[in-house]
């Protein structure tokens, strides 16, 4: 277990919605990472979030959104879905800002789209 | 776009054999690490490598680090079938993010 709780674990979805990932990292990390992983594109780098403040950003289509609240957890919205954003998603946490130390994977988000 | 891209795709061996996988990137990085994701789980943390090192080991991991070649290399030794998985390497490069490649999965033949 790595101490990064994802909710929910599974979500199946029509095209066209809109769902609400969530993330609460390690306890005392203050760093939150998003990533889609599909077969075809592999693990994809999506946002990071530090302390409440977006540090980098990476391949986020603008359907999408995130935030780290106050309290650390973290959301990422995924609007007007398509079929192709059937995937994975994972969240990640690190004590540290950017790359500097290891980043703990939660069990990830499975997201279907009919 | 990807930064590390490792290589096999996929490779099977006997138990007991030594499995090597190999990572190339494109772009000046802080540090790689190497992770294994076992099907459908989460990704977990195996070694970090600094861009100032050059090898480093932890237990049946041998993990080299090239920056000249922008290349990197993981070496499980002693194979086992719980070793079983995917293998991705992950760059932390100076813009702050951390990249993954595509990923090398492992099969261990009994």
């Known amino acids: 277990d790595s101490g990064v709780t994802q909710t929910p674990k599974h979500l199946i979805t029509a095209t066209g919605q809109r769902v609400t990932l969530r993330c609460s990292p390690r306890s005392g990390d203050l760093s939150v990472y998003w990533y889609q992983q599909s077969l075809d594109q592999g693990l994809q780098f999506l946002i990071q979030?530090?302390?409440?403040?977006?540090?980098a950003k990476g391949n986020i289509l603008e359907r999408f959104s995130a935030q780290q609240f106050p309290d650390l957890h973290s959301e990422l919205n995924l609007s007007s879905l398509e079929l192709g954003d059937s995937a994975l998603y994972f969240c990640?946490?690190?004590?540290?800002?950017?790359?500097?130390?290891?980043?703990?994977f939660g069990e990830g988000s499975w997201l279907t789209v009919v | 776009s990807q930064q590390g891209e490792e290589d096999p795709q996929a490779l099977s061996i006997q138990e007991g054999e030594n499995a090597t996988m190999n990572c190339s990137y494109k772009?000046?990085?802080?540090?790689l690490q190497w992770y294994r994701q076992n099907s459908g789980r989460g990704l977990v943390h195996l070694i970090l490598?600094?861009?100032?090192?050059r090898e480093k080991h932890s237990g049946r991991l041998r993990v080299t680090l090239d920056t000249s070649k922008k290349s990197s290399s993981l070496l499980i030794t002693a194979s086992r079938a719980a070793d079983t998985a995917s293998y991705f390497c992950?760059?932390?490069?100076?813009?702050?993010?951390?990249?993954f490649g595509k990923g090398t999965r492992l099969h261990i033949l009994p």
């Open positions: 772009t000046s990085i802080n540090n």
């Open positions: 979030y530090y302390n409440g403040e977006e540090r």
């Open positions: 990640a946490s690190s004590v540290a800002p950017g790359t500097e130390g290891t980043i703990y």
């Open positions: 490598i600094r861009s100032n090192e």
């Open positions: 992950a760059t932390g490069r100076r813009d702050d993010k951390i990249i």
